[in-house]
């Protein structure tokens, strides 16, 4: 039996393999278990408990009943790809060819993967931001590529732009940028983003951004890279539907960018998954297409559950780091007498009934000390449930 190659790189990058070299459960599979053990309020995962807009849901609904079940065209909907465009034109002024620089995938993910297997060779470094998101590291691995990280550490969660600038070299291929970040909520500031761009520009660097909590922030504005001076000839864009419209399982997806690059992407692509979500993706049209008072109310309504989830833990004695959007909020155990976020994560089921994830499981284990205390909580659910995780987690201080 083969013990190397593409798999095995993937699980190494996103550290799946036991002492044996055998694939072991991430922690999120093992929270989800212990959830369901417990009967845990999980606020572990990152998805909602609620649906999204009924525009939304009827036009799938709609979709399906008038027969759209079959295969879509390989690059997405037309209707898709006009009203993606027309989104980026609406909220960022960033003009498209729809028929040219818009790529519909099975969710942010896929777009992800494709982009990385087209454009990172063995040896190749990608930066990115730690903590980030688990894929990360598995689709770098599976590329080849060498991960370098810049790290963000509390309570500011930016990145120094000594060490920024120090990790991006010659051998940088890409650099993947996600703001609003997942976990800390962090939004960049323009200066971030524009140094970003002024070293990738230096070094000959893709940049490659993860935009999927763009409609999701109550602090600072979100500002794509690609709408700054001197970044749009070599920046990618990736964003999806699920998170804005609480749709995260049917994976609608897209990649924007330059012609020549998002051919390259469509190359790797076709041979993933192919086409997916053929009735879902006029409903997400209907989405894109909504009105700002829509997407300004489901960032207010997600920024009352931050407050509620927020106001609670800091009781219960955590200390909290605020976001800027997203789905979760960071708190410190270390108050509380936890200094090993993986083990209170672990025994917190069990003692009072609520499933959180340690934010070393988004760093690298000997990148673990800056964060070893850290937990993410997710608060995209509904407010009664909220408010029920927040009395079960004060008899913490009890």
Not at 118 to 145: H, K, M, N
Request: charged share 20%.
């Amino acid at each position: 039996m083969r013990t190397s190659g593409p798999w095995r790189r993937a699980a190494a990058g996103a550290m799946l393999l036991g002492t044996d070299g055998a694939p072991v459960p991430t922690i999120f599979a093992e929270m989800s278990a212990r959830a369901a053990a417990t009967g845990s309020v999980n606020l572990g995962q990152g998805f909602p408990d609620e649906d999204g807009p009924a525009e939304v849901l009827d036009a799938a609904r709609r979709a399906i009943a008038d027969g759209v079940n079959q295969y879509p065209p390989g690059r997405g909907t037309a209707d898709l790809r006009e009203a993606i465009a027309e989104h980026q034109a609406r909220f960022y002024d960033l003009h498209l060819d729809p028929e040219r620089e818009v790529l519909v995938t099975a969710g942010a993910t896929e777009a992800l993967a494709a982009a990385l297997l087209a454009f990172v060779e063995p040896g190749d470094q990608v930066v990115t931001f730690e903590p980030f998101y688990d894929a990360y590291g598995a689709l770098i691995a599976l590329a080849g590529g060498e991960h370098v990280t810049v790290p963000l550490r509390s309570p500011g969660f930016l990145p120094d732009l000594d060490e920024l600038t120090s990790a991006i070299t010659d051998r940088t291929r890409v650099i993947l940028v996600n703001s609003p970040h997942n976990p800390t909520g962090r939004v960049f500031p323009q200066d971030v983003l524009q140094r970003i761009v002024e070293l990738a520009e230096e070094h000959d660097a893709l940049i490659l951004t993860d935009e999927v909590y763009e409609h999701l922030s109550f602090g600072a504005p979100h500002v794509p890279v690609a709408s700054l001076p001197g970044a749009a000839h070599r920046t990618l864009t990736i964003s999806s539907g699920g998170k804005t419209f609480s749709t995260t399982g049917w994976k609608i997806g897209w990649i924007t960018g330059p012609s020549e690059l998002i051919e390259g992407v469509l190359a790797v692509k076709q041979f993933l998954t192919y086409v997916n979500g053929a009735p879902f993706q006029p409903a997400i049209a209907t989405g894109l297409r909504l009105p700002d008072a829509v997407f300004g109310g489901i960032a207010s309504a997600l920024a009352a559950k931050h407050a509620v989830l927020a106001d609670g833990i800091r009781g219960a004695g955590f200390d909290v780091f605020t976001p800027d959007a997203g789905y979760f909020v960071i708190a410190d155990a270390g108050p509380l007498g936890f200094p090993d976020a993986r083990e209170f994560c672990r025994l917190l089921p069990e003692r009072v009934g609520v499933v959180a994830i340690p934010v070393t499981a988004f760093v690298r284990p000997d990148h673990a000390d800056d964060f070893t205390s850290l937990v993410r909580f997710a608060f995209c659910k509904r407010e009664r449930v909220l408010h029920e995780a927040v009395e079960r987690l004060g008899r913490l201080a009890a």
